[in-house]
């Protein structure tokens, strides 16, 4: 049986080799940034099914449905799926679904937020938004990483869950390009003419320093293919670019200016302020999407997620 963290694109396949190369920064494992060119399959959009509550069996039974409400629900890990790096390793993609429609979370790693083996900190979330965040980190595993399942356990109100992240062929993805319709996430710099970051988010982009209190600015530059998804009977426009801001791990509060300020329609640099309440390290996390939207409507493609490094003094 299928985990029920999510449920995979049910799609035709239409296989061809694939072409990478490898451009931009190395990760703290040592990869590159890479884009691809791949011929993608018909995708449909990947449903959230529900989550296998954590001890009770050993299969992948369906948790019972569980109504959303504002506060008290649980938190689900959402496995995205799998795609081959050049060097031969694998990336897991991964995201969540906060069950409540307000309640943000934070749960520290540990007991209560754990991927095993090899943890509990496999760069994961700690703060947890409402509602469903797509793609927010990777895993890199080796490339006899084989049938191998690491899993991943949340508990928040007193509600635990598990999910298996696994190189199961139907979690295939390409989230670097979808090369059957013309589309690429779009491309991120912190710096004016600086080095891109396309796709999941496998580096830390950029590091700043700030502190308690003090207005730090953090300027993006956006560029896109302006990709114009196709809508059927209808006329379609240049898309809009997106951008969201939200903290993905630290210790304290941070305010922005505005989490999710308007993008020029034909890209460029867009400036977000952020506030921090105390001192320590934190990760921030950019979301840039195009047309296709947030987790690209289910076809895992084409958004780019950029995670920033803030170091607040006291």
């Known amino acids: 049986m299928r985990s029920v963290g999510a449920v995979p694109n049910k799609r035709m396949r239409h296989r061809s ?5 490898a451009s931009g920064p190395v990760d703290l494992a040592g990869h590159g940034v890479w884009t ?3 011929v993608v399959r018909t995708r449909l959009a990947v449903l959230l099914a529900g989550a296998m509550v954590a001890g009770a069996s050993s299969s992948y039974g369906q948790a019972p449905v569980i109504p959303v409400r504002d506060f008290g629900q649980s938190v689900i890990g959402a496995y995205e799926g799998w795609y081959p790096n050049p060097d031969g390793s694998f990336t897991l993609l991964a995201g969540y679904f906060n069950r409540n429609k307000e309640e ?3 749960i520290p790693v540990g007991a209560n937020n754990r991927i095993e083996p090899g943890g509990p900190d496999r760069g994961q979330p700690t703060h947890f938004l409402p509602r469903r965040q797509w793609g927010v980190f990777t895993i890199t595993v080796p490339a006899d990483f084989g049938d191998n399942v690491l899993t991943w356990t949340l508990t928040a109100n007193g509600q635990s869950t598990s999910i298996p992240l696994k190189l199961d062929p139907q979690w295939a993805i390409e989230p670097l390009e979808d090369a059957a319709m013309g589309n690429a996430p779009p491309t991120v710099r912190f710096k004016e003419g600086g080095v891109a970051v396309q796709g999941p988010p496998r580096v830390v982009a950029a590091s700043f320093e700030t502190s308690v209190g003090d207005p730090l600015a953090l300027p993006l530059w956006v560029t896109d293919d302006f990709y114009l998804r196709p809508t059927a009977g209808a006329a379609t426009t240049r898309p809009p ?3 969201g801001w939200s903290k993905f791990r630290g210790q304290g509060e941070v305010t922005f200016d505005d989490a999710q300020p308007e993008v020029p329609e034909t890209g460029g640099l ?3 302020v ?4 105390n001192a320590g390290e934190y990760l921030l996390r950019a979301e840039v999407t195009d047309t296709t939207g947030r987790g690209g409507g289910g ?3 084409c958004w780019t997620t950029a995670h920033v490094l803030v170091t607040v003094r006291p």
């Not at 080799?17 to 190369?21: A, G, I, K, T």
């Open 17 to 21: 080799n694939s072409s990478l190369r």
């Open 36 to 38: 691809a060119s791949v």
């Open 104 to 106: 943000q979370l934070d």
């Open 241 to 243: 670019l997106g951008v």
């Open 270 to 272: 867009v400036t977000v």
């Open 274 to 277: 952020a506030t921090f309440d």
């Open 299 to 301: 076809s895992q493609c």
